[in-house]
């Protein structure tokens, strides 16, 4: 079964809200570190020494409007579906470095509650956190002085997530040289490292990264799926990039590959939308249920004519009875005219006259409703004895009409089945139609250079620089479409009003048709936005950022090297991040450096063996070392030294002393 015959599903996974653990107690009056991998897509913590972080969720928050009374912020996985509160989501970073600290707090709060840290007002434990890359002194000050200050931890140290990872995969650390490619979120960086130390002169950022592939992958199958805007979601489109997306090797040669129509249509991934199914009826189940639809409506209208009918009878006795004690206070008028006085104003009678007046009225009610009641009562007896006569006389048309409708039916079929066909083929009409406008065009840009065959002078062709120009093709298309369905549409409005004319029980909204797959209107057709997206961190272009790519920064950054060095760092190309994962990868960096590098000139690159959790792996494994131990700086040396004070290591940044004057 080919990819274009399969239809995939979106998870749509909801997380679980973060569990509290309650094994602090091995812990508590300790010295192990906690271990953070402050991310900017996720954020990992746990305990210094265990193999995975005991916390992982989205480095985001949502605090709610509703609520004034207290705090009603949640955090990361305890936010559940990010897409029903994407408006008031909360991220501390700007890019990949840290700026909003009221929301880091809230960060902080989960990671040190759920990991059941108990001692009150304070965190009695080393903290290891991750910053980027030449992180500003401003900004780690302000990191230190909410975990000195606010948590009053007694040491901190910092390190870089990409040096956390190259050191925990090759080792020993103090010899490593590699040219490191971190994949973040936000950005994307190119670290040259020489004997262990990053050489943080010659590091280089491009500002494109995750999210910005997430965020262009949504923004295609919009405009593509105008329709469908709303259900295309930034967490849809980042679960498209982890399930199906890859790195093209070559951008142009993928693009011509996807021009084959045949190879296009085997390729292609069908991602069906949530909707809700419309039942579909076969002719003959078509029919039932409108036959129990006009037996339920006549039901419900006897019913109606039943409880009017016992309305009119309520009221009829009602204005009997009445008639019946005013006539009988009219006879007092004569046999006892004290006693008719005083029921005469008894029952609001101004005079006899009005008394009169009234009975009058009421025995006219009476007459009529006598008269409508007979009347119901000869039309029931009509319907039931022209329902009881034989139909032998009506066979004959309801044969003739009953055809009819057949011949109805099977024409919407049969004009639904062939629009159906032309949905299934109209991608591979598109693709062959886009060969021959390329072909007509080059044929075009040939005669111009040339001059036409008949000799006459060449003139510039313009043609397909105005989108109207193209218009043309849309007519011819549309000329085409109607005159298939010209013959079954002048046939069709012939039998409806030969229906309309002869049965006036013809509703032509109630003709089921026989096979409407509505799934196929709901569904995302991934072609080359698999590899479009990720596209960008080698042409950022594509988004309007006007940046160099991965490979003409790595070659910018080569460039400042001598020779030797060039060679000891392409000997070594370290590739980590989320991104690093794409399918292709490894594969498109080795074919770029390939045509960057010199001849037969040799160069290795590698990836992480988890380039993911990596980072924090390698920071609980430093946080164990020994030597590890002169990499923190303790709360008297903060208040010493300044906040901005760092210690360096072999995956720290290099610390530049603010300029204080």
Same mark, same amino acid.
């Given at each position: 079964?080919?990819?274009?015959?399969?239809?995939?599903?979106?998870?749509?996974?909801?997380?679980?809200p973060d569990?509290?653990?309650?094994d602090?107690?091995?812990?508590?009056g300790?010295?192990?570190p906690?271990?953070?991998?402050?991310?900017?897509?996720?954020?990992?913590?746990?305990?210094?020494?265990?193999?995975?972080?005991?916390?992982?969720?989205? $480095?985001?928050?949502?605090?709610?409007?509703?609520?004034?009374?207290?705090?009603?912020?949640?955090?990361g996985? !305890?936010?559940?579906?990010?897409e029903?509160?994407?408006?008031a989501?909360r +991220?501390q970073f700007d890019?990949n470095v840290?700026?909003?600290?009221?929301?880091q707090?809230?960060?902080?709060?989960?990671?040190?509650?759920?990991?059941?840290?108990?001692?009150?007002?304070?965190?009695?434990?080393?903290?290891?956190?991750?910053? #980027?890359?030449?992180?500003p002194?401003?900004?780690?000050?302000?990191?230190?002085e909410?975990?000195?200050?606010?948590?009053?931890?007694?040491?901190?140290?910092?390190?870089?997530?990409?040096?956390?990872?190259?050191?925990?995969?090759?080792?020993?650390?103090?010899?490593? !040289?590699?040219?490191?490619?971190?994949?973040?979120?936000?950005?994307?960086?190119?670290? #040259?490292?020489?004997?262990?130390?990053?050489?943080?002169?010659?590091?280089?950022? %491009?500002?494109?990264?995750?999210?910005?592939?997430?965020?262009?992958?949504?923004?295609?199958?919009?405009?593509?799926?105008?329709?469908?805007?709303?259900?295309?979601?930034?967490?849809?489109?980042?679960?498209? %990039?982890?399930?199906?997306?890859?790195?093209a090797?070559?951008?142009?040669?993928?693009?011509?590959?996807?021009? $084959?129509?045949?190879?296009m249509?085997?390729? %292609?991934?069908?991602?069906q939308l949530?909707?809700?199914?419309?039942?579909?009826?076969?002719?003959?189940?078509?029919?039932?249920?409108?036959?129990?639809?006009?037996?339920?409506k006549?039901r419900?209208?006897?019913r109606?004519?039943?409880?009017?009918?016992?309305?009119?009878?309520?009221?009829?006795?009602?204005?009997?009875?009445?008639?019946?004690g005013?006539? @009988?206070?009219?006879?007092?008028?004569?046999? !006892?005219p004290?006693?008719?006085?005083r029921?005469l104003?008894?029952?609001?009678f101004?005079?006899?006259?009005?008394?009169?007046? +009234?009975?009058?009225?009421?025995q006219?009610?009476?007459?009529?409703?006598?008269?409508?009641?007979?009347?119901?009562?000869? *039309?029931?007896?009509?319907?039931?004895?022209?329902?009881?006569?034989?139909?032998e006389?009506?066979?004959? +048309?309801?044969?003739?009409?009953?055809?009819?409708?057949?011949?109805?039916?099977?024409?919407? /079929? +049969?004009?639904?089945?062939?629009?159906?066909?032309?949905?299934?083929?109209?991608?591979?009409?598109?693709?062959?139609s886009?060969?021959?406008?390329?072909?007509?065009?080059?044929?075009a840009?040939?005669?111009?250079?040339?001059?036409?065959?008949?000799?006459?002078?060449?003139?510039?062709d313009?043609?397909?620089?105005?989108? /109207?120009d193209?218009?043309?093709?849309?007519?011819?298309?549309?000329?085409?479409?109607?005159?298939?369905?010209?013959?079954?549409?002048?046939? =069709?409005?012939?039998?409806?009003? =030969?229906?309309?004319?002869?049965?006036?029980?013809?509703?032509? @909204?109630?003709?089921?048709?026989?096979? %409407?797959?509505a799934?196929?209107?709901y569904q995302?057709?991934?072609?080359?936005?698999?590899?479009?997206?990720?596209?960008? =961190?080698?042409?950022?272009? =594509?988004?309007?950022?006007?940046?160099?790519?991965?490979?003409?920064?790595?070659?910018f950054?080569?460039?400042?090297? !001598? #020779?030797?060095?060039?060679?000891?760092l392409? /000997?070594?190309?370290?590739?980590?991040?989320?991104?690093?994962?794409? #399918?292709?990868?490894? *594969?498109?960096?080795?074919?770029?450096?390939?045509?960057?590098?010199?001849?037969?000139?040799?160069? @290795?690159?590698?990836?992480?063996?988890?380039?993911v959790?990596?980072a924090?792996?390698?920071?609980?494994?430093?946080?164990?070392?020994?030597?590890?131990?002169?990499?923190?700086?303790?709360?008297?040396?903060?208040?010493?030294?300044?906040?901005?004070?760092?210690?360096?290591?072999?995956?720290?940044?290099?610390?530049?002393?603010?300029?204080?004057?």
């Amino acid at each position: 079964m080919s990819e274009s015959e399969r239809c995939y599903r979106f998870e749509d996974c909801c997380p679980s809200p973060d569990p509290f653990f309650d094994d602090y107690d091995e812990y508590e009056g300790s010295e192990v570190p906690v271990v953070i991998d402050n991310g900017g897509y996720q954020c990992k913590a746990g305990w210094a020494g265990e193999s995975q972080p005991k916390l992982i969720f989205r $480095n985001v928050t949502a605090k709610s409007k509703a609520k004034r009374e207290f705090d009603a912020s949640t955090v990361g996985s !305890d936010i559940g579906n990010l897409e029903t509160v994407r408006w008031a989501l909360r +991220s501390q970073f700007d890019r990949n470095v840290v700026t909003h600290f009221e929301t880091q707090e809230l960060v902080f709060d989960h990671v040190f509650s759920h990991l059941g840290i108990s001692t009150e007002n304070f965190v009695d434990h080393p903290v290891v956190l991750t910053e #980027p890359v030449c992180n500003p002194n401003y900004c780690r000050g302000m990191m230190s002085e909410l975990l000195f200050e606010c948590y009053g931890v007694p040491s901190v140290a910092y390190g870089i997530d990409a040096l956390f990872g190259l050191h925990f995969n090759q080792k020993p650390p103090n010899s490593v !040289d590699s040219l490191v490619v971190s994949c973040g979120y936000q950005t994307t960086h190119i670290l #040259p490292v020489l004997k262990g130390r990053l050489d943080a002169s010659q590091c280089k950022r %491009i500002n494109v990264g995750g999210s910005h592939i997430a965020w262009f992958l949504q923004r295609l199958l919009q405009l593509k799926y105008p329709a469908h805007q709303q259900v295309v979601t930034l967490s849809r489109a980042e679960e498209l %990039i982890h399930r199906y997306a890859y790195m093209a090797l070559d951008f142009a040669e993928e693009l011509d590959k996807w021009q $084959n129509p045949n190879q296009m249509i085997d390729r %292609i991934i069908k991602m069906q939308l949530p909707y809700t199914p419309i039942p579909v009826l076969d002719p003959e189940a078509a029919a039932l249920k409108e036959e129990r639809e006009k037996e339920k409506k006549a039901r419900q209208g006897q019913r109606l004519q039943e409880m009017a009918a016992r309305k009119r009878q309520e009221k009829l006795e009602e204005n009997e009875r009445q008639l019946e004690g005013w006539l @009988s206070l009219l006879a007092l008028r004569n046999s !006892d005219p004290d006693q008719f006085e005083r029921l005469l104003s008894h029952f609001g009678f101004d005079s006899a006259d009005d008394l009169e007046a +009234s009975i009058q009225q009421v025995q006219q009610k009476i007459v009529k409703a006598r008269a409508a009641m007979d009347a119901s009562v000869k *039309d029931e007896v009509d319907a039931s004895s022209a329902a009881k006569k034989p139909k032998e006389e009506t066979n004959v +048309s309801e044969e003739w009409l009953q055809d009819l409708k057949d011949r109805r039916r099977a024409l919407i /079929d +049969s004009r639904y089945q062939r629009q159906m066909k032309r949905r299934q083929l109209s991608d591979k009409r598109s693709m062959a139609s886009k060969e021959r406008m390329r072909i007509i065009a080059e044929l075009a840009r040939n005669d111009t250079v040339t001059g036409n065959s008949r000799g006459k002078p060449a003139k510039e062709d313009t043609f397909g620089q105005n989108d /109207d120009d193209w218009h043309v093709y849309r007519e011819i298309n549309k000329e085409s479409i109607d005159s298939d369905n010209e013959k079954d549409e002048a046939e =069709l409005k012939q039998l409806e009003q =030969l229906l309309r004319q002869h049965d006036p029980e013809f509703q032509p @909204s109630t003709v089921q048709h026989v096979g %409407i797959d509505a799934a196929s209107f709901y569904q995302l057709h991934l072609g080359i936005e698999r590899f479009r997206s990720p596209e960008l =961190l080698y042409q950022p272009s =594509l988004i309007g950022v006007d940046q160099a790519g991965i490979a003409e920064t790595i070659q910018f950054v080569l460039k400042h090297y !001598d #020779p030797e060095d060039q060679q000891r760092l392409v /000997d070594n190309v370290f590739v980590t991040g989320g991104s690093a994962t794409l #399918p292709n990868f490894l *594969d498109r960096l080795k074919l770029e450096l390939q045509a960057a590098r010199p001849f037969k000139s040799k160069f @290795s690159v590698s990836c992480s063996k988890d380039p993911v959790f990596d980072a924090w792996s390698g920071a609980s494994s430093w946080a164990q070392d020994v030597e590890s131990k002169s990499g923190f700086v303790s709360r008297q040396e903060y208040f010493e030294c300044g906040s901005d004070y760092l210690k360096e290591h072999y995956a720290s940044n290099a610390f530049v002393p603010s300029n204080t004057t």
